[in-house]
């Protein structure tokens, strides 16, 4: 295979690539506002319940570490 059909295939696979994940993404379901409000709210919530424990944890290894020493 010469070096010019080389790079025609390359390329072709490279807007191929492209061609099929803008087919896909024709393809999704967008949410709507209220969905996507209501998902953002979920995480927001879980993220800081999540830092608020792994706080708590810290403070109480941090204390029982300065017992110990």
């Known amino acids: 295979m010469t070096f010019l059909a ?3 295939q390359s390329f072709g696979s490279f807007f191929s690539f492209f061609s099929d994940s803008w087919a896909e993404l024709k ?6 506002r209220k969905e ?22 810290d403070v109480i290894i941090s204390r029982l570490v300065d017992l110990v020493i």
């Open 27 to 32: 393809k999704v379901r967008w949410p709507k």
């Open 6 to 8: 080389k790079m025609k």
């Open 36 to 57: 996507l409000l209501s998902y953002t709210i979920v995480v927001v919530v879980t993220v800081l319940l999540i830092t608020i424990y792994f706080w708590v944890l």
